[in-house]
């Protein structure tokens, strides 16, 4: 029976330093992981190929890439449209209109939303499951597990993130199995702070994430559906292509919805007029006011183009 040691990795300060901290300890058969979401900026994937070139560099195996699939999932759901939704009283305008949006793309995030016919959301946030935790397990831990191999998932989580995260702990058997396999999650930088992370970049003389530079204070999707309004803001100043993307999906994914709405950020209640009007440009909008959202704050509206905005210092 081996031990694999399954590193999953995000680009993002934490799991980078993780990263680190792995290579400085050399565990025994080390593979890290990211799973690609679809809802990435191009500077992250940039960034996962520059920390994937510096470890074959170190003599370590190059980061793994792992997607979600959801074809046979959106095929079933169009099955479904074509058969069932007349019996519960749609209309056929709307049942060909689903159908026809119920084609794969490739894109896990988007696929994932046009099968539920909806965006996740901060109460039903079933994105990191189905996006990062499910294709590393499927693809990844378990033919490991069912080869009898023992499997170390190395998780870049901190307790100060939030209060769900503060009562994890640093080790925890997650799972044993009938062939006596055991899973274990491991969390080793579980009491660090965000400035021990960058504090072991430069340790290594290993660069941040450039987005950290560019006011974004979490790394993964861009934009996340928990995004803070600075951060949105930013995102809407620099990067207007990821703007257009997500009103784009928005449409596609209202396009496969049986209520003909969807929206990014999640209504806040179950008002019925929000699928229609809350959209990815409404919070845009919003983002550019000041506190209260009533009025438009010029500065915070100011394009300041390529200068350095950081919430975590790094600007100095």
């Given at each position: 029976?081996?031990?694999?040691?399954?590193?999953?990795?995000?680009?993002?300060?934490?799991?980078?330093?993780?990263?680190?901290?792995?290579?400085?300890?050399?565990?025994?058969?080390?593979?890290?992981?990211?799973?690609?979401?679809?809802?990435?900026?191009?500077?992250?994937?940039?960034?996962?190929?520059?920390?994937?070139?510096?470890?074959?560099?170190?003599?370590?195996?190059?980061?793994?890439?792992?997607?979600?699939?959801?074809?046979?999932?959106?095929?079933?759901?169009?099955?479904?449209?074509?058969?069932?939704?007349?019996?519960?009283?749609?209309?056929?305008?709307?049942i060909d209109r689903?159908?026809?949006?119920?084609?794969?793309?490739?894109?896990?995030?988007?696929?994932?939303?046009?099968?539920?016919?909806?965006?996740?959301?901060?109460?039903?946030?079933?994105?990191?499951?189905?996006?990062?935790?499910?294709?590393?397990?499927?693809?990844?831990?378990?033919?490991l597990l069912d080869?009898?191999?023992?499997?170390?998932?190395?998780?870049?989580?901190?307790?100060?993130?939030?209060?769900?995260?503060?009562?994890?702990?640093?080790?925890?058997?997650?799972?044993?199995?009938?062939?006596?396999?055991?899973?274990?999650?491991?969390?080793?930088?579980?009491?660090?702070?965000?400035?021990?992370?960058?504090?072991?970049?430069?340790?290594?003389?290993?660069?941040?994430?450039?987005?950290?530079?560019?006011?974004?204070?979490?790394?993964?999707?861009?934009?996340c559906i928990n995004?803070?309004?600075?951060?949105?803001?930013?995102?809407?100043?620099?990067?207007?292509?990821?703007?257009?993307?997500?009103?784009?999906?928005?449409?596609?994914?209202?396009?496969?919805?049986?209520?003909?709405?969807?929206?990014?950020?999640?209504?806040?209640?179950?008002?019925?007029?929000?699928?229609?009007?809350?959209?990815?440009?409404?919070?845009?909008?919003?983002?550019?006011?000041?506190?209260?959202?009533?009025?438009?704050?010029?500065?915070?509206?100011?394009?300041?183009?390529?200068?350095?905005?950081?919430?975590?210092?790094?600007?100095?």
């Open positions: 029976m081996s031990e694999h040691n399954v590193l999953s990795f995000s680009g993002g300060k934490d799991s980078t330093a993780m990263l680190l901290l792995a290579y400085e300890r050399m565990p025994d058969n080390l593979q890290v992981v990211m799973a690609d979401t679809g809802n990435e900026h191009q500077i992250t994937y940039d960034y996962v190929e520059y920390v994937s070139d510096w470890m074959v560099a170190k003599g370590l195996p190059p980061i793994r890439t792992v997607k979600a699939d959801f074809a046979r999932q959106i095929d079933g759901k169009r099955e479904y449209v074509l058969t069932k939704w007349a019996d519960k009283g749609v209309p056929q305008e709307a689903a159908a026809a949006a119920l084609v794969a793309t490739g894109n896990p995030f988007l696929d994932l939303c046009v099968w539920k016919g909806r965006f996740p959301s901060s109460k039903v946030a079933f994105c990191s499951q189905e996006l990062k935790q499910f294709p590393i397990i499927n693809q990844v831990q378990k033919p080869a009898g191999d023992d499997v170390i998932s190395w998780q870049g989580v901190r307790r100060d993130e939030s209060l769900r995260r503060s009562l994890l702990p640093m080790n925890e058997l997650k799972q044993t199995f009938e062939n006596g396999s055991e899973l274990w999650n491991y969390r080793p930088i579980i009491e660090w702070t965000a400035a021990d992370c960058f504090d072991m970049h430069k340790k290594h003389g290993i660069d941040p994430n450039p987005l950290y530079k560019m006011g974004m204070g979490r790394v993964g999707c861009m934009p995004c803070r309004k600075d951060e949105l803001l930013e995102i809407s100043k620099r990067f207007p292509e990821v703007i257009e993307r997500i009103r784009n999906w928005e449409q596609a994914v209202k396009s496969a919805s049986k209520r003909q709405g969807a929206t990014f950020f999640a209504a806040p209640s179950d008002d019925s007029e929000w699928s229609a009007t809350q959209t990815i440009d409404v919070f845009v909008e919003w983002s550019k006011t000041k506190r209260g959202g009533r009025l438009y704050d010029m500065f915070r509206m100011q394009n300041d183009g390529p200068v350095c905005s950081s919430i975590y210092g790094l600007c100095e």
